[in-house]
Protein backbone atom coordinates (compact mmCIF):
# COMPACT_ATOMS: atom_id res chain seq x y z
CA UNK A 1 0.00 0.00 0.00
CA UNK A 2 1.58 3.29 -1.23
CA UNK A 3 1.22 6.16 1.55
CA UNK A 4 0.17 9.54 0.68
CA UNK A 5 0.48 10.60 4.28
CA UNK A 6 1.94 9.61 6.85
CA UNK A 7 2.42 10.69 10.58
CA UNK A 8 4.55 9.33 13.46
CA UNK A 9 3.88 11.14 16.62
CA UNK A 10 3.20 14.08 15.22
CA UNK A 11 2.49 16.90 17.57
CA UNK A 12 1.98 21.00 17.62
CA UNK A 13 2.19 22.81 20.15
CA UNK A 14 1.56 26.70 20.80
CA UNK A 15 2.70 27.73 24.14
CA UNK A 16 1.74 25.54 26.80
CA UNK A 17 -1.23 24.14 24.29
CA UNK A 18 -1.35 21.34 22.17
CA UNK A 19 -3.13 22.33 18.94
CA UNK A 20 -2.31 18.36 18.01
CA UNK A 21 -1.29 15.79 19.79
CA UNK A 22 0.29 11.94 19.05
CA UNK A 23 -0.82 11.84 15.79
CA UNK A 24 -0.04 8.80 14.20
CA UNK A 25 -1.45 7.95 10.72
CA UNK A 26 -1.12 6.21 7.28
CA UNK A 27 -3.56 7.47 4.51
CA UNK A 28 -3.54 5.27 1.29
CA UNK A 29 -3.04 7.29 -1.65
CA UNK A 30 -6.12 7.31 -4.15
CA UNK A 31 -8.53 7.58 -1.37
CA UNK A 32 -10.81 10.49 -0.64
CA UNK A 33 -10.14 11.40 2.92
CA UNK A 34 -13.07 13.09 4.94
CA UNK A 35 -11.03 14.51 8.60
CA UNK A 36 -13.60 15.58 11.03
CA UNK A 37 -14.09 16.58 14.73
CA UNK A 38 -15.68 19.20 17.06
CA UNK A 39 -13.99 23.16 16.76
CA UNK A 40 -10.16 23.08 17.88
CA UNK A 41 -9.86 19.33 17.47
CA UNK A 42 -7.15 19.87 15.71
CA UNK A 43 -8.30 19.41 11.97
CA UNK A 44 -6.58 22.80 10.71
CA UNK A 45 -3.37 22.48 12.36
CA UNK A 46 -2.75 18.72 10.67
CA UNK A 47 -3.82 19.50 7.21
CA UNK A 48 -1.12 22.91 7.56
CA UNK A 49 1.48 20.84 8.69
CA UNK A 50 0.58 18.51 5.63
CA UNK A 51 0.69 21.44 3.57
CA UNK A 52 4.15 22.87 4.73
CA UNK A 53 2.41 25.93 6.11
CA UNK A 54 3.78 24.77 9.69
CA UNK A 55 6.34 23.03 11.64
CA UNK A 56 5.58 20.02 14.07
CA UNK A 57 6.50 20.43 17.33
CA UNK A 58 7.49 16.83 17.62
CA UNK A 59 7.11 13.93 15.53
CA UNK A 60 7.40 13.73 11.99
CA UNK A 61 5.10 13.73 8.90
CA UNK A 62 5.69 12.52 5.36
CA UNK A 63 3.37 13.70 2.18
CA UNK A 64 3.57 11.86 -1.09
CA UNK A 65 7.43 10.55 0.26
CA UNK A 66 9.17 13.35 1.29
CA UNK A 67 8.93 16.42 4.19
CA UNK A 68 6.35 19.30 3.66
CA UNK A 69 7.86 21.93 1.79
CA UNK A 70 11.32 21.09 2.00
CA UNK A 71 11.57 22.44 -1.95
CA UNK A 72 10.56 23.25 -5.39
CA UNK A 73 9.76 19.65 -6.64
CA UNK A 74 7.72 18.66 -3.21
CA UNK A 75 5.92 22.14 -3.32
CA UNK A 76 4.52 21.04 -6.33
CA UNK A 77 3.14 18.03 -5.26
CA UNK A 78 0.67 19.62 -3.26
CA UNK A 79 -2.52 21.93 -3.11
CA UNK A 80 -4.05 23.61 -0.72
CA UNK A 81 -6.72 25.23 -0.74
CA UNK A 82 -7.34 26.84 3.02
CA UNK A 83 -10.46 27.42 4.98
CA UNK A 84 -11.49 30.49 3.52
CA UNK A 85 -11.11 29.37 -0.05
CA UNK A 86 -8.31 32.76 -0.91
CA UNK A 87 -8.14 34.29 -3.88
CA UNK A 88 -6.46 38.00 -4.87
CA UNK A 89 -9.27 40.05 -4.77
CA UNK A 90 -8.21 42.90 -7.19
CA UNK A 91 -6.87 40.60 -9.86
CA UNK A 92 -8.78 38.68 -12.59
CA UNK A 93 -9.74 34.97 -12.98
CA UNK A 94 -7.60 35.59 -16.33
CA UNK A 95 -4.45 37.05 -13.82
CA UNK A 96 -4.59 34.68 -11.51
CA UNK A 97 -4.45 31.61 -14.39
CA UNK A 98 -1.21 33.78 -15.31
CA UNK A 99 0.46 33.46 -11.82
CA UNK A 100 -0.42 29.72 -11.34
CA UNK A 101 1.26 29.04 -14.61
CA UNK A 102 4.48 31.08 -13.34
CA UNK A 103 4.23 29.49 -9.89
CA UNK A 104 3.20 25.77 -10.59
CA UNK A 105 5.56 24.23 -13.44
CA UNK A 106 3.43 20.83 -13.63
CA UNK A 107 0.30 23.66 -14.37
CA UNK A 108 -2.72 22.38 -16.81
CA UNK A 109 -3.66 25.89 -18.63
CA UNK A 110 -6.20 23.92 -20.73
CA UNK A 111 -7.67 21.93 -17.61
CA UNK A 112 -8.15 25.36 -15.87
CA UNK A 113 -9.80 27.36 -18.75
CA UNK A 114 -12.38 24.52 -19.34
CA UNK A 115 -13.36 24.35 -15.59
CA UNK A 116 -14.29 27.89 -16.14
CA UNK A 117 -15.68 28.12 -19.15
CA UNK A 118 -18.24 25.60 -17.81
CA UNK A 119 -18.73 27.04 -14.52
CA UNK A 120 -19.87 30.21 -16.92
CA UNK A 121 -17.36 32.47 -15.70
CA UNK A 122 -15.97 35.37 -17.55
CA UNK A 123 -12.15 35.41 -17.14
CA UNK A 124 -11.46 38.93 -17.10
CA UNK A 125 -13.87 39.12 -14.10
CA UNK A 126 -11.83 40.37 -10.91
CA UNK A 127 -12.22 38.34 -8.27
CA UNK A 128 -13.14 40.36 -5.33
CA UNK A 129 -16.49 40.90 -7.76
CA UNK A 130 -17.44 37.00 -7.36
CA UNK A 131 -19.47 35.46 -5.27
CA UNK A 132 -18.89 32.99 -2.60
CA UNK A 133 -19.42 30.13 -4.23
CA UNK A 134 -17.33 31.22 -7.42
CA UNK A 135 -14.36 32.20 -5.34
CA UNK A 136 -14.57 28.73 -3.78
CA UNK A 137 -14.82 27.29 -7.12
CA UNK A 138 -11.53 29.58 -8.54
CA UNK A 139 -9.97 28.41 -5.21
CA UNK A 140 -10.50 24.89 -6.02
CA UNK A 141 -9.62 25.13 -9.80
CA UNK A 142 -6.19 26.45 -8.89
CA UNK A 143 -5.05 23.67 -6.64
CA UNK A 144 -7.06 20.92 -9.17
CA UNK A 145 -4.86 22.96 -11.89
CA UNK A 146 -1.74 22.83 -10.09
CA UNK A 147 -1.88 19.10 -10.98
CA UNK A 148 -0.89 17.69 -7.60
CA UNK A 149 -0.58 14.13 -6.51
CA UNK A 150 -2.65 15.55 -2.86
CA UNK A 151 -5.09 18.25 -2.65
CA UNK A 152 -5.60 19.21 0.54
CA UNK A 153 -9.02 21.28 1.54
CA UNK A 154 -9.29 22.67 4.74
CA UNK A 155 -13.41 23.10 5.23
CA UNK A 156 -13.43 24.63 1.57
CA UNK A 157 -17.28 24.60 1.58
CA UNK A 158 -18.22 26.25 5.01
CA UNK A 159 -19.45 29.26 4.25
CA UNK A 160 -21.56 28.26 1.36
CA UNK A 161 -25.34 27.92 0.89
CA UNK A 162 -26.80 24.43 0.20
CA UNK A 163 -26.68 24.77 -3.81
CA UNK A 164 -23.26 25.90 -3.83
CA UNK A 165 -22.01 23.67 -1.80
CA UNK A 166 -23.56 21.11 -3.61
CA UNK A 167 -21.95 21.63 -6.81
CA UNK A 168 -18.52 22.42 -5.38
CA UNK A 169 -18.76 18.72 -4.00
CA UNK A 170 -20.24 17.66 -7.21
CA UNK A 171 -17.30 19.21 -9.15
CA UNK A 172 -14.79 18.09 -6.68
CA UNK A 173 -16.16 14.36 -6.91
CA UNK A 174 -15.38 15.00 -11.17
CA UNK A 175 -12.21 15.99 -11.05
CA UNK A 176 -11.12 13.11 -8.68
CA UNK A 177 -12.58 11.04 -10.88
CA UNK A 178 -10.70 12.08 -14.11
CA UNK A 179 -7.41 13.18 -12.46
CA UNK A 180 -7.12 10.36 -9.76
CA UNK A 181 -6.10 12.75 -6.96
CA UNK A 182 -5.83 11.85 -3.45
CA UNK A 183 -7.63 14.45 -1.65
CA UNK A 184 -7.97 15.33 2.18
CA UNK A 185 -10.93 17.42 2.93
CA UNK A 186 -12.09 18.39 6.22
CA UNK A 187 -16.06 19.45 6.89
CA UNK A 188 -18.36 20.22 9.97
CA UNK A 189 -20.90 18.33 7.99
CA UNK A 190 -21.02 14.68 7.88
CA UNK A 191 -23.47 14.69 4.89
CA UNK A 192 -20.66 16.71 2.98
CA UNK A 193 -18.70 13.46 3.67
CA UNK A 194 -21.16 11.22 2.31
CA UNK A 195 -21.10 12.62 -1.06
CA UNK A 196 -17.48 12.15 -1.55
CA UNK A 197 -14.97 10.15 0.82
CA UNK A 198 -14.14 7.19 0.75
CA UNK A 199 -11.74 7.03 3.87
CA UNK A 200 -12.86 8.49 7.45
CA UNK A 201 -9.79 10.40 10.03
CA UNK A 202 -11.74 11.34 13.29
CA UNK A 203 -10.13 14.24 15.67
CA UNK A 204 -11.44 15.12 18.78
CA UNK A 205 -9.08 16.96 21.59
CA UNK A 206 -6.37 17.06 19.22
CA UNK A 207 -5.64 13.38 18.77
CA UNK A 208 -7.37 10.66 16.33
CA UNK A 209 -9.82 8.57 17.56
CA UNK A 210 -10.66 6.83 14.43
CA UNK A 211 -9.09 6.31 10.94
CA UNK A 212 -9.93 3.83 8.01
CA UNK A 213 -11.55 2.94 5.04
CA UNK A 214 -15.11 4.12 5.83
CA UNK A 215 -16.94 0.61 4.18
CA UNK A 216 -14.27 -1.23 6.68
CA UNK A 217 -15.18 1.33 9.48
CA UNK A 218 -19.34 0.68 9.02
CA UNK A 219 -18.95 -3.06 8.46
CA UNK A 220 -16.76 -3.62 11.62
CA UNK A 221 -19.59 -1.63 13.84
CA UNK A 222 -22.39 -3.72 14.71
CA UNK A 223 -24.84 -1.15 15.94
CA UNK A 224 -23.38 1.62 13.81
CA UNK A 225 -26.00 1.95 10.87
CA UNK A 226 -24.51 4.79 8.67
CA UNK A 227 -21.37 7.50 8.59
CA UNK A 228 -23.18 10.34 10.91
CA UNK A 229 -23.46 7.88 13.35
CA UNK A 230 -20.59 6.16 12.93
CA UNK A 231 -18.81 10.05 13.88
CA UNK A 232 -21.40 10.56 16.69
CA UNK A 233 -20.22 7.65 18.50
CA UNK A 234 -16.57 7.89 17.72
CA UNK A 235 -16.84 11.71 18.96
CA UNK A 236 -19.01 11.00 22.62
CA UNK A 237 -16.68 7.63 22.98
CA UNK A 238 -13.98 10.02 23.35
CA UNK A 239 -14.74 12.24 25.90
Known amino acids: MTAVLRAQGLGK ?5 WALSDCTLEVPAGRVVGLVGPNGAGKSTLLNLAAGMLTPSEGTIEVCGGRPASGAAQLGKVGFVAQDTPVYAGLSIEDHFRLGARLNPGWDDRLARDRIRRLGLDPAQRAGRLSGGQRAQLALTLGIAKCP ?3 ILDEPVAALDPLARSRFLDDLTEAVAELELSVVLSSHLVSDLERCCDHLIVLVDS ?3 LAG ?3 ELLTSRDHVGNLEELVLTTMEGSR
Not at 13 to 17: D, G, M
Open 13 to 17: RYKQR
Open 149 to 151: ELL
Open 207 to 209: RVQ
Open 213 to 215: DIE
